[in-house]
Structure formats: structure tokens, C-alpha cells
Nanobody, 123 residues
Framework: QVQLVESGGGLVQAGGSLRLSCAAS????????TAWFRQAPGEEREFVAA????????NYAEFVKGRFTISSDNAKKTVYLQMYSLKPDDTGVYYC????????????????WGRGTQVTVSS
């Protein structure tokens, strides 16, 4: 079983930056995808970014390309989401999730989830 814990959220002004972390508390699998999703109040959960277990393949939602960067440190069992040029529309709860397979942008395809970390961007 994999437990995921997100951290790094907070309140930031528009144009600011945050770095989110997703730490796995137990051993991860040999081939998997780690993704970040977010959910704004009253909205469905949406894909943000994903990274393969090797760190060689990344995928991004169009609305974060050029602003967010996903990276991983397998030795620390941690995935990061560096967010720049934040906008009020980026406000929401950010979740990390693991899928024991190749990338998918659909939340239903991910088996393991953290509890999320709140990101609030003020205008």
C-alpha cells in the first residue's frame, strides 16, 4: 500500500510562486506514474501534471504549460510541482496520485491519493 502526503500549499498573491511536494511513505512500484490534480470549489477534479517513474516523461495540462514544472527525486520518494506566475484561477486543493501504469489524464485511473494541500491565489 502506498501512502501519499502533500505539502507546500498556502496563500500567495497573483504572480507569485509555490512549490508543492508529494512524499510517498512506503515503497513505490517499479513502473508507475505520479500525477498532480486539482479541484476548485464546485468544480470537478482536473489533471495538472504527471511524471513517469523514471522522471524522463512528463505531461502537462495546457493551462499550466510554461508556468508549472513537475520533477521527482526517487531517492526521497518525493514528487514536486513548482508553480510560477500563479493566477487566481489556480486556486484549489492540489492532490497527488499514483497510477501503476503509464500516464493517464483521468483521475479515475489513479489508485492511490493523498489528502491534498490547499493553494489560494489572491488577486
Amino acid at each position: 500500500q502506498v501512502q501519499l502526503v502533500e505539502s507546500g500549499g498556502g496563500l500567495v498573491q497573483a504572480g507569485g510562486s509555490l512549490r508543492l511536494s508529494c512524499a510517498a511513505s512506503t515503497r513505490t512500484f517499479s513502473s508507475y506514474t505520479t500525477a498532480w490534480f486539482r479541484q476548485a470549489p464546485g468544480e470537478e477534479r482536473e489533471f495538472v501534471a504527471a511524471i513517469s517513474w523514471s522522471g524522463e516523461i512528463t505531461n502537462y495540462a495546457e493551462f499550466v504549460k510554461g508556468r508549472f514544472t513537475i520533477s521527482s527525486d526517487n531517492a526521497k520518494k518525493t514528487v514536486y510541482l513548482q508553480m510560477y506566475s500563479l493566477k487566481p484561477d489556480d486556486t484549489g486543493v492540489y492532490y497527488c496520485a499514483i497510477r501503476i501504469a503509464r500516464f493517464s489524464p483521468f483521475s479515475v485511473d489513479y489508485s492511490y491519493w493523498g489528502r491534498g494541500t490547499q493553494v489560494t491565489v489572491s488577486s
